[in-house]
């Protein structure tokens, strides 16, 4: 059983900033994958940044030099810094976890955070 906890949504004002936090526990094995998704109202699930073992850091274009994805592996936490936010970027967040153990893959997502940009 994994349990993924995300924490640090809320309501910001235009151009401020968040940080969102994601903790995995449980039964988690050698994560390969941690990424941010988020969801508005009415469009689909997108990936917003992700980290994998090696370091190697992704962005979607809409976030680029404002978002930066970072991990701490030794606690399996992540985070996203989340700067000169804009109404645009309103939307629930989740964070997802990739993990293996052998042959076996997991794919664990968190319960999402509300994130709100609004003046």
């Known amino acids: 059983q994994v349990r993924v906890v995300e924490s640090g949504g809320g309501l910001v004002q235009p151009r401020g900033s968040l940080r969102l936090s994601c903790t995995a526990s449980g039964s988690v094995f050698a994560i390969y994958f941690m990424g941010w998704y988020r969801q508005a109202p009415g469009e689909q699930r997108e990936l917003v940044a992700s980290?994998?073992?090696?370091?190697?850091?992704r962005y979607a274009d809409s976030v680029k030099g404002r978002f930066t994805i970072s991990r701490e592996n030794h606690k399996n936490t992540f985070y996203l810094q989340m700067n000169r936010l804009r109404p645009e970027d309103t939307a629930v967040y989740y964070c997802n976890v990739k993990h293996r153990l052998g042959d076996s893959e997991y794919n664990d997502w968190g319960q999402g955070t509300q994130v709100t940009v609004s003046s």
């Open positions: 980290i994998g073992s090696t370091g190697l850091t």
